[in-house]
């Protein structure tokens, strides 16, 4: 089975020769068929062949049109602080991709609830591919009073009030394609579905392209209101809760002195961007190592890391949060291991995107008592 970053090299156009150009004519051949399988499952829901189940609560989904990292969980993050703040109870439902198997087969939260559960712990969170059972409990059981679907756009079954779509900057549109010859889930002209669009990363790429891209969004749909945001470092932290400032592995600005030198690893769907994002902070990166997304690291996998992290000459080892609630440790033969925490900053459309959060959970007459 070819790996996944081999894969991305192929389909990105970055690895060239012909078994590369062999294998994205077999993609190209293949797509056709995903195609008509999205075309004909969106028809059955706008002819209302299947139901759409709606609770008595707002829904507000984050999705995204391509598969792969384009920074939804810090905009989750974001959103249900946003929520709490306006003192609504609210709870995240999402599919649990990638989950593992407890003993009795019942499933083990994944990498991105575990995150979740350490940054918004009075949020809960839950997991079933099944997401109008998990709103209903929810509901019922937990007393919730807005619904925030991850990874929503696609799962249509469940109805929403709110639909926002996140793009990644750095790269749109699934390299133009749509799987399995690219990443797009679904035609990038289905963003009619959306209400809002918050474009990630957009600190990573030149004003220019950031304009290429709501031209495309705006082409299909000329009244999308879209928002502009980063993820800006906040600080380092370790798997039992220990915490950094930035500045400690940072040089000072009055220093002539680099940063501390780091061994990067993470298993996300855009590496690429996480590296950037660590280089930002003005640490020296001395090698990385990256997994496919939601990858689960063994033993073995630790081992090497360490291993290339202490040849490299790092002084530890930098991950994502997603990635250190996996590795499960503060250090592995001496090399310390620090998860980069970052939030979302918004450049533009904040307050219109807080208006439409507002207005939606304006729309059901919440009790005045709790």
């Not at 712990?121 to 997401?131: A, F, G, K, N, S």
């Not at 380092?236 to 002195?257: H, I, R, V």
Request: aromatic letters at 6%; proline letters at 5%; one cysteine or more.
């Amino acid at each position: 089975m070819i790996k996944q970053t081999a894969l991305l090299e192929i389909i990105s156009g970055r690895r060239q020769g012909i078994r590369a150009a062999m294998m994205r004519a077999l993609l190209w051949a293949l797509t056709p068929i995903y195609r008509f399988g999205v075309y004909r499952r969106n028809r059955r829901f706008d002819s209302g062949k299947i139901a759409v189940s709606k609770v008595d609560v707002p829904v507000i989904s984050i999705g995204n049109l391509s598969t792969g990292g384009t920074g939804k969980t810090p905009l989750v993050i974001w959103l249900c602080r946003q929520i709490r703040q306006l003192d609504r109870r609210v709870a995240i439902v999402s599919r649990g991709y990638g989950a593992a198997k407890n003993a009795d087969r019942t499933s083990k939260p994944n990498d991105e609830a575990m995150e979740l559960g350490q940054r918004l712990p009075d949020v809960p969170h839950l997991q079933d591919p099944r997401r109008a059972d998990s709103a209903a409990i929810a509901i019922e059981e937990l007393e919730t009073e807005v619904i925030v679907m991850d990874d929503g756009f696609q799962h249509r079954e469940l109805g929403r009030d709110l639909d926002i779509v996140v793009v990644d900057a750095t790269e749109p549109f699934g390299f133009g394609h749509l799987l399995p010859r690219g990443l797009l889930r679904e035609p990038v002209k289905n963003i009619l579905r959306a209400d809002f669009v918050v474009l990630s990363r957009c600190d990573q790429v030149s004003h220019e392209e950031i304009g290429r891209t709501e031209a495309q969004l705006k082409r299909f749909c000329p009244d999308l209101p879209i928002a502009k945001t980063k993820v800006q470092p906040a600080k380092w932290m370790q798997y039992d809760g220990q915490e950094k400032d930035l500045c400690e592995f940072t040089p000072s600005p009055a220093s002539n002195k680099g940063g501390a030198e780091v061994f990067v690893c993470c298993a996300i769907g855009n590496p690429n961007s996480f590296l950037n994002t660590v280089s930002s902070t003005g640490v020296s990166v001395t090698g990385q190592i990256f997994y496919p997304d939601h990858y689960l690291y063994g033993r073995a996998d630790i081992e090497a890391i360490a291993e290339a992290a202490i040849q490299s000459g790092a002084t530890a080892i930098v991950c994502t949060h997603k990635d250190l609630v996996k590795i499960g440790v503060n250090q592995f033969k001496g090399m310390p291991i620090y998860a980069l925490v970052a939030e979302i900053v918004f450049l533009e459309g904040e307050p219109e995107l807080l208006a439409a959060i507002k207005s939606t959970l304006g729309k059901v007459a919440f009790p005045t008592t709790k």
